[in-house]
T-cell receptor, first 115, second 116 residues
């Protein structure tokens, strides 16, 4: 069964460093998403991406964050100058189309720890 | 703004017990409602969904009914198994049916542990 894969499963980085979280969405999907979950808190929407551009983003997704689809298969989330409060589980998701009745498939998540 | 509130966990049950995980929502318009499940070491998986009032979503013995009058979407299962141990997330999509996905708004998640 096709699945969304994320790498690495766990990333430890020093405060101020840049990190890139990687995702391979399901191959025929057109919409891509990043969510995060700070420990003990809700899963929060960060950004959605379609046709090589951001279609929607939350207030969390500020200039520190960027997304890219560099090669037609990977979908990356870059966090510049990481802060302690960026420590969270980051989930990538993809869906075939973008309407609210379409299932989004999620990856296993990358646990980011900023020290 | 739109939000989802679900009961705090963890919930510990014996095998074959009845499960209810409460979920209520606040939303404008007519959101779609979802339950996602996360098994240990895996990603979020869609468990069931309902797209309009009075719809009942069901899967793997779990069910939830979209109650607009009480703004609720409680998850139930008549007889849980050890294999149901996981974290369960209630979520809503803040786009009406046919519109763009927008984002999913999740609850905090409820951890369920089922003991043999």
């Amino acid at each position: 069964e096709p699945e969304v894969t994320q790498t690495p499963s766990h990333q430890v980085t020093q405060m101020g460093q840049e990190v890139i979280l990687r995702c391979v969405p399901i191959s025929n999907h057109l919409y891509f998403y990043w969510y995060r979950q700070i420990l003990g808190q809700k899963v929060e929407f960060l950004v959605s991406f379609y046709n090589n551009e951001i279609s929607e983003k939350s207030e969390i997704f500020d200039d520190q964050f960027s997304v890219e689809r560099p090669d037609g298969s990977n979908f990356t989330l870059k966090i510049r100058s990481t802060k302690l409060e960026d420590s969270a589980m980051y989930f990538c998701a993809s869906s075939e189309v973008g309407n609210s009745n379409t299932e989004a498939f999620f990856g296993q998540g990358t646990r980011l720890t900023v020290v | 703004g739109n939000s989802v509130t679900q009961m705090e966990g963890p919930v510990t049950l014996s095998e074959e017990a009845f499960l209810t995980i409460n979920c209520t929502y606040t939303a404008t318009g007519y959101p779609s409602l979802f339950w996602y499940v996360q098994y240990p070491g895996e990603g979020l998986q869609l468990l069931l969904k309902a797209t309009k009032a009075d719809d009942k979503g069901s899967n793997k013995g779990f069910e939830a009914t979209y109650r607009k009058e009480t703004t609720s979407f409680h998850l139930e299962k008549g007889s849980v198994q050890v294999s149901d141990s996981a974290v369960y997330f209630c979520a809503l999509s803040d786009r009406e049916y046919g519109g763009s996905q927008g984002n999913l708004i999740f609850g905090k998640g409820t951890k369920l542990s089922v003991k043999p």
